[in-house]
């Protein structure tokens, strides 16, 4: 029981930030992205209907002002008028339209929304990428905070302790007063110092929270393990790309079917009368039922479509350029990422190293101080140095961290979530 009650604090500690990348699915931001990633998702379907057959149903009616009469003008005779029809005219209709074919302009439009579809679904997990990378960033910085807030607290006290002897040192005349005024003025500087980190952590926790409702106190770090080697094309941003070069070359192909006919299939029932039996009126038939095919081809457009699809290859040019100076970039950033997060590491044992010679340092200058053989000034800055040298090895555990969170996340969200303990 008491092992678990010890083990308790750590273990909490260890899974807030996993609480943090947690919250961060459920942002506003993230959310709206969802959204629009389903909104992408009917409209795909919704463009899908342009492949499928319409079918529709129509009933008009109206009331003529006059009768349809047809006049009869023969010779040597008077006009005689005959009438062609009844003023209450019905029609329902229930048609059936096909696209035969469309020159691949409705292909291409469903294919071009189906790779918006996924692009946006791409979008939102780079979104989440991004989002992850930034709060590893500001945890880690938010650690380092707290362990040089922690390092200065304890600096502080510390000098409160020579302080209160400087005091007595004075009182017997064995110091000056100056030497009391220098531990003091170090007092209120080291103050200040804690006074601004306090207002740093709040500064981040309150970032932090923004990216997902969680305020951490960043006490110890997660274990992180080093990022697997992956594929860095699959990674969210760069699979984006590439459906945007996708999306691209389908405008391509719907630039190219303007150049090719439409053929389209109707076929129609439709009934005719002068009341909703629609069984004619007595001068006309009552079924003007039919089927056709309609083909449409466009001779010349001003050159239009042709500008048209120098445009679209272009811009596919253009983009397919962008994409490859991304990838080699991206390839770049990660390399550079790896030899920076090497170096991180060596610094580890000299920030141990500067740490121990900090700790034995100031404690050979309390001795020397407590048997007055060093001043105040150089209390002072041990003391200083002590809690500098503690803070910067935190500091550099804390770059550990967000490099190789930095590292997993550019070669993609699973890597991260593999890496991270």
């Known amino acids: 029981m008491r092992v678990l009650i010890v083990l308790l604090p750590i273990l909490t500690m260890a899974s807030e930030f996993h609480q943090v990348i947690k919250g961060i699915d459920s942002m506003d931001l993230v959310q709206a992205k969802r959204l629009e990633v389903f909104a992408n998702k009917k409209l795909y379907q919704a463009s899908r209907a342009q492949n499928l057959p319409t079918l529709d149903m129509k ?43 469309s020159g691949f302009a409705i292909s291409s439009m ?24 930034q709060a590893a960033s500001l945890y880690a910085s938010l650690y380092a905070t707290n362990q040089q807030l922690h390092a200065l607290q304890k600096g502080y006290e510390a000098l409160k302790l020579a302080y209160e002897k400087a005091k007595g040192f004075y009182e017997q005349e064995l110091v000056p007063l100056s030497e009391v005024y220098n531990i003091e003025a170090k007092m209120y500087e080291m103050k200040a110092q804690i006074t601004k980190l306090k207002a740093q952590a ?56 303007k150049f090719l006919p439409t053929i389209a299939l109707e ?51 253009a983009k397919r350029s962008f994409y490859n100076d991304y990838v080699q970039k991206a390839r770049v950033q990660l390399q550079n990422a790896k030899v920076e997060l090497e170096a991180l590491r060596s610094r580890v044992e000299w920030a141990k190293k500067q740490l121990v010679a900090a700790k034995e340092y100031a404690k050979l200058t309390k ?34 961290f967000a490099k190789k969170s930095q590292i ?13 303990q």
């Not at 997993?408 to 991270?420: C, H, N, P, R, T």
Request: hydrophobic share 45%.
């Open 59 to 101: 009933l008009s009616a109206a009331r003529l002002k006059e009768t349809p009469t047809m006049y009869l003008h023969l010779p040597n005779m008077p006009v005689s008028a005959f009438p062609m029809g009844k003023k209450t005219q019905i029609r329902g209709e229930v048609s059936l339209r096909y696209p035969i074919f």
């Open 202 to 257: 709040k500064q981040l926790q309150n970032m932090l929270h923004y990216l997902s409702k969680e305020v951490p106190k960043a006490l110890a770090l997660p274990a992180m393990q080093d990022a697997n080697e992956g594929d860095l094309l699959q990674r969210a941003d760069i699979a984006m790309l590439r459906k945007t070069l996708a999306i691209a070359k389908s405008d391509i192909a719907l630039a190219k079917s």
């Open 110 to 133: 469903i294919q071009k929304s189906k790779l918006n579809y996924l692009r946006s679904t791409l979008e939102k997990r780079d979104l989440k990428r991004n989002l992850y990378m």
């Open 408 to 420: 997993a996340l550019m070669i993609g969200l699973d890597s991260f979530k593999e890496a991270l």
């Open 267 to 317: 076929a129609s029932l439709k009934r005719f009368g002068d009341s909703l039996a629609l069984n004619g009126d007595g001068y006309r038939n009552a079924d003007e039922s039919y089927i056709g095919v309609g083909v449409q081809y466009n001779i010349f457009s001003g050159f239009g479509d042709k500008y048209r699809l120098e445009a679209a290859k272009k811009a596919y040019m």
């Open 367 to 400: 001795g020397r101080f407590n048997n007055q053989l060093a001043s105040a000034d150089e209390l002072s800055r041990a003391i200083a140095k002590e809690a500098e040298a503690k803070a910067a090895l935190e500091a550099v555990k804390a770059q550990i």
